[in-house]
């Protein structure tokens, strides 16, 4: 996967949570987690990857905050509209 796409899970019609995959490899896994605060958390590979961001509460992050934790990784910023599920929630 090339392209960063997000996922968002619902539970009776409310948000749950939110995954927003990064590009990875083929066969690429999840080694470890690292928490950046109350509310997000990176997915690494085991050589330190990021390969996608956990949004445990998707009412509490901004573009803005989700695109300054991208930048931190060394990543692209993704567009306000791919994130349009996130203010909705």
């Known amino acids: 996967m090339s392209q960063p ?3 968002v899970t619902y539970r009776k019609g409310r948000p749950l949570a939110a995954y927003l995959y990064l590009p990875r490899q083929p066969g690429d896994t999840v080694a470890h987690s690292e928490p950046i605060d ?3 958390v990176v997915d690494r590979t085991a050589d ?3 390969i996608g961001v956990e949004i445990l509460d998707p009412k ?3 573009v803005e905050r ?3 934790l ?3 990784l060394q990543l ?3 567009e306000r509209a791919e994130l349009a599920p996130l203010q909705v929630a």
């Open 5 to 7: 796409y997000l996922e």
């Open 70 to 72: 991208l930048r931190g």
């Open 38 to 40: 109350d509310v997000l």
């Open 60 to 62: 509490a992050v901004t």
């Open 48 to 50: 330190g990857r990021p």
């Open 76 to 78: 692209a910023e993704i």
């Open 66 to 68: 989700l695109n300054d």
